[in-house]
């Protein structure tokens, strides 16, 4: 049986910092359990690829929601990353902190040492900037942050004018001292290719001798001697392995894999875990609850002028945009998918912005389902605007179906649960008619194809949204952070109630969404819950309980030689 002093489970924006950090200075052995497989594709690295890696389930754990009440009774898809770097190595790749406020409003909720001044550091720990360290930004760290606007197609600037004649503000940072305006997106990119989190944070450690990173390793079980766990059970390759932490688990699963781990082997809702025949190591009802999501609506144009579809859709301009990027690493296709967008107020007496947009000079209208052929657009221009609520107050939850670990579980967003959400939804349509009526973008518009001019009055956008609005993906919350052990699942120290020896450390702790994008607040998460772990095993730190070994005697600090494998 192997030891080692951590075990981490999940490779994913969290995991692969826990991994880096933990590892880095010799004393301590870590295992990084990935069940997924390496990170080495085309279509990972390259921006634009992300409409391949969409639908792929090699590299994707492709969930689904049950049916939603509040959308129509549609099901939901949620695409996650399974694959070194989880969702950092799948995702549109915009890089945004959120507000201020979003991590005040976490420490005033009872998590000391959450507050933007604390959390700020680890940001700029994490990140380089191609505009140079400032006072808020990075300009040493792992994660390469690139502007785009030298490849920008020209519509976006239309777009900020819009904004600006709606008195929208030009922010040229979104993640500067305000959120607040209208701007272009910054992507976490390098060289014209992908930064995820492994090749930020593994690929630079990978020869570390006291780090083995095993992949295609599915956990399936945390391992316990009475209320501390030990270690975790993981197959790979048809076979079970058992492996033992000297000093902690941690759980970087991801929002739906980490929740679903802990129920499956017995820490969550009592009566759920009972109901499928599971024992209860400690009852703990927050497990799974409190899911939160961002919703958004799109609105779908038909443009006067050449938008992006005319050069990628010709296999002329496929050809030649490919040929361009694979010699260079540059052009179009080193973009994510949105290039401009902002965080806006939508109505007045609102102390800070609740509506993120986005604005894509691309359209799909016939797009094949189950695919997401981004370099075949429709064959007329088009251009697509966006807007999402940044601070839904619906909560959601999921649990397990069944005690089988490959079994996914049944996630409920409860999407559109408040009538401030419904409000805010019908809010984020009328901007995008707003912005579609200033002279900088009317004058561009041949016709509005989605919802159609046939949609004016509230019930019947209200109608439209139900029927068409969905996820951007940014599932978070079902570990809450949280003072209360009753209805929280880990303290400010992200140690997991009622156990010892467990953390948990990866966007299912945030105690609220944040505003924008959630990558690059997991990084932050895995930087900051690393400090936190190393400080607490130093002597005279807070850890709970000695240091054991697996037949019980104390371990001194002790680093293991092992392979990096990835096979």
């Not at 359990?33 to 969409?54: H, Q, V």
């Not at 990978?206 to 975790?232: C, E, H, Q, W, Y």
């Not at 029927?467 to 599932?475: D, I, L, N, S």
Request: one cysteine or more.
């Amino acid at each position: 049986m192997s030891e080692y002093d951590f075990i981490i489970v999940g490779a994913g924006s969290a995991g692969c910092v826990l991994a880096n950090r933990l590892s880095e200075d010799g004393r301590y052995s870590v295992l990084l359990l990935e069940a997924g497989g390496s990170d080495l594709n085309f279509w990972i690295w390259m921006p634009i690829g992300y409409g391949k890696t969409f639908y792929r389930k090699s590299v994707n754990w492709m969930y689904h929601t049950e049916p939603e009440p509040n959308l129509d009774g549609r099901i939901s898809y949620w695409p996650r990353g399974k694959v070194m770097g989880g969702s950092s190595s799948i995702n549109a790749m915009v890089y945004i902190r959120g507000q201020q406020e979003d991590f005040e409003d976490w420490k005033a909720m009872g998590n000391p040492g959450w507050g933007w001044d604390d959390v700020l550091p680890f940001f700029r720990k994490s990140e380089t900037n191609d505009r140079g360290a400032t006072e808020v930004r990075g300009g040493d760290g792992p994660v390469h942050v690139a502007t785009m606007d030298r490849y920008l197609h020209p519509m976006c600037e239309d777009f900020l004018r819009a904004g600006e004649e709606l008195q929208f503000a030009r922010n040229p940072d979104f993640n500067g001292p305000s959120q607040e305006g209208v701007g272009t997106y910054q992507n976490t990119a390098k060289d014209g290719m992908r930064m995820s989190a492994a090749r930020a944070y593994v690929r630079p450690a990978r020869k570390r001798p006291n780090l083995r990173v095993v992949t295609r390793a599915m956990t399936t079980k945390i391992l316990f001697d009475g209320s501390r766990a030990t270690g975790v059970r993981y197959v790979r390759k048809g076979a079970e392995h058992d492996v033992r932490a000297r000093r902690e688990v941690i759980l970087s699963a991801g929002a739906i894999n980490s929740p679903q781990l802990l129920q499956l082997s017995g820490v969550g809702p009592g009566a759920l875990l009972r109901s499928h025949g599971i024992e209860v190591v400690h009852a703990a009802e927050g497990v799974g609850r409190n899911l939160q999501d961002h919703l958004a609506i799109d609105y779908l144009f038909r443009s006067k002028v050449p938008t992006l579809n005319q050069q990628l859709r010709p296999w002329h301009g496929k050809l030649r945009h490919g040929l361009h990027y694979v010699l260079t690493r540059r052009g179009i296709l080193s973009l994510g998918v949105n290039q401009a967008g902002g965080f806006v107020r939508s109505r007045p007496g609102l102390s800070k912005p609740n509506m993120q947009l986005f604005f894509s000079p691309v359209s799909y209208t016939k797009a094949v389902p189950g695919k997401r052929a981004l370099m075949s657009p429709d064959p007329f221009p088009g251009f697509l605007m966006g807007a999402q609520p940044t601070r839904p107050t619906s909560r959601g939850h999921l649990e397990i179906r069944s005690p089988d670990p490959m079994a996914p579980p049944a996630i409920h967003p409860n999407y559109l649960g408040t009538d401030l959400d419904v409000q805010e939804m019908l809010e984020a349509s009328q901007i995008m008619r707003r912005l579609a009526e200033t002279p900088a973008l009317s004058r561009l518009i041949e016709a509005e194809l989605l919802p159609g001019p046939q949609v004016q009055s509230d019930d019947e956008m209200i109608a439209d949204i139900r029927a068409r609005a969905g996820t951007v993906f940014h599932p978070v919350s079902t570990c809450r952070m949280g003072p209360d052990p009753v209805r929280d699942v880990v303290d400010a120290r992200l140690r997991v109630y009622g156990i010892d020896g467990l953390r948990v450390a990866d966007a299912s702790i945030f105690p609220t969404v944040t505003s924008g994008n959630t990558n690059a607040p997991a990084i932050m998460v895995g930087e900051k819950a690393s400090q936190m772990i190393l400080d607490d095993h130093r002597p005279g730190g807070s850890n709970k309980g000695p240091t054991r070994s697996a037949d019980g005697q104390s371990v001194p600090e002790t680093p293991v030689s092992a392979p990096f494998q990835t096979a």
